[in-house]
Structures are given as structure tokens and as C-alpha cells.
T-cell receptor, first 112, second 120 residues
Framework: GDSVTQMEGPVTLSEEAFLTINCTYT??????LFWYVQYPGEGLQLLLK?????DKGSNKGFEATYRKETTSFHLEKGSVQVSDSAVYFC???????????FGGGTRVLVKP | GAGVSQSPSNKVTEKGKDVELRCDPI?????LYWYRQSLGQGLEFLIY????????KSGLPSDRFSAERTGGSVSTLTIQRTQQEDSAVYLC??????????????????FGPGTRLTVT
């Protein structure tokens, strides 16, 4: 079955540091890939998405590129802020499916 | 507009009791999902409703779990004879299922704030 593996946290960074969260997946066909973010005390929000190979999703300074050859969708941000402290989830949706399959989540803590 | 709403926000119940969790999807969204977020299992799919089609129940962990969706809108997730391992945050999401010709990439799922269930 489908699965998503992402690096375990917590990841602790200083403000303005570079952030990378690795995500790899196993799926049949060509899934859509997503990053969701959960800020403290809030619900899950879609951060960015990519629906086909080599697509780059971007939002709020975050980027991730759909790499079919390495089955990866790593999340990056060049300069993090304290407000980026949250839990980040990588997820996929099968091409013909509807449900989301999530990774275990990575907690990121940005210190001033 | 209004987002997905869930009630109650918190529920504490005794082991063995039944609980009902409610989800109000975004108006016009025909697809509704339930997920569970727990420390041991992460975020996992439970059940999916789409219009009048038979629901996809493949994620329900046991026959103590059931869900219904009345009138194609509000959904209720019921857990019978609750166990301590049922303690988790139960998330509901809804999406537009679109129309012929519309890219499926538009079917973004919008999540509610969740119901935190604690079984004592």
C-alpha cells in the first residue's frame, strides 16, 4: 500500500536558518503530493502541493519539488521565522483515489 | 465563508461508553472525510463519503466505529464501547468533488479543528 516517510523531529533552528524536511513516498502510479502544516492550537492547513513530476509547489516562502525518480517531495525554506514553528506533514493522494496518506509529521521549532 | 466545523472540541468519556462526534462540512462540498490523529499511529484515514455513493470504510479500525452522513451534509462518527486506545484527535475534512473535466488537483481537502477524545 501507499506510504509516506518523513524525517522525525523535533527540528530546532535559529531564526533565518535554512530548513529542509525530507519526505519520500511509496505509491502506485502518479500520486499528488502535499505538505500540510499544523500551527500550535490550530487545525491542519494545506501549505503547498504538486500534482505531477517536476512540478514545484510554493507558498509562504516554502518550496517542494515533485521528484519522480527519487520518489521524494522535500520541503525547503531559505530563511525561517519564529512564526514557522509548527508541525509539518507530508501527504500523498493516489491518482485515482481520494483519501490522503500522511507521514508521521515533523515538529519544527524556530528560536529567536 | 465558514470553514469545516466540528463538535464538541473536547470530549472526555469513560471506558465502555459510546460517543458521537459531529462534523459540519463547508457548504457545497460533496466529499467528506474522517481522519484520526494519535500519538502512536500518526494521522490515519478512517472513512470517506462522496455524494450518494457507498462510503469507503476501509480505514475504520474496528466494528465499534461507524459513521453516517445525513442529507449529504452533516456527518456523525460514532464510537461504541470506547477503549483507551481510542483516545485521539478526530479530524474531519471536506472537499469539492468537482465536475467532469475539472482537474482533480482542485479537490483540496479543508480540515476542521478536530475533536480531542480522551477515554479514561
Amino acid at each position: 500500500g501507499d506510504s509516506v516517510t518523513q524525517m522525525e523531529g523535533p527540528v530546532t533552528l535559529s531564526e533565518e536558518a535554512f530548513l529542509t524536511i525530507n519526505c519520500t513516498y511509496t505509491a502506485t502510479g502518479y500520486p499528488s503530493l502535499f505538505w500540510y502544516v499544523q500551527y500550535p492550537g490550530e487545525g491542519l492547513q494545506l501549505l503547498l502541493k504538486a500534482t505531477k513530476a517536476d512540478d514545484k509547489g510554493s507558498n509562504k516562502g516554502f518550496e517542494a519539488t515533485y521528484r519522480k525518480e527519487t520518489t521524494s517531495f522535500h520541503l525547503e525554506k531559505g530563511s525561517v521565522q519564529v512564526s514557522d514553528s509548527a508541525v509539518y506533514f507530508c501527504a500523498l493522494r493516489e491518482a485515482a483515489g481520494n483519501k490522503l496518506t500522511f507521514g508521521g509529521g515533523t515538529r519544527v521549532l524556530v528560536k529567536p | 465563508g465558514a470553514g469545516v466545523s466540528q463538535s464538541p472540541s473536547n470530549k472526555v468519556t469513560e471506558k465502555g461508553k459510546d460517543v458521537e462526534l459531529r462534523c459540519d462540512p463547508i457548504s457545497g462540498h460533496t466529499a467528506l472525510y474522517w481522519y484520526r490523529q494519535s500519538l502512536g499511529q500518526g494521522l490515519e484515514f478512517l472513512i470517506y463519503f462522496q455524494g450518494n455513493s457507498a462510503p469507503d470504510k476501509s480505514g475504520l479500525p474496528s466494528d465499534r466505529f461507524s459513521a453516517e452522513r445525513t442529507g449529504g451534509s452533516v456527518s456523525t462518527l460514532t464510537i461504541q464501547r470506547t477503549q483507551q486506545e481510542d483516545s485521539a484527535v478526530y479530524l474531519c475534512a471536506s472537499s469539492w468533488a468537482g465536475r467532469p473535466g475539472l482537474a482533480r488537483s482542485s479537490y483540496e481537502q479543508y480540515f476542521g479543528p478536530g475533536t480531542r477524545l480522551t477515554v479514561t
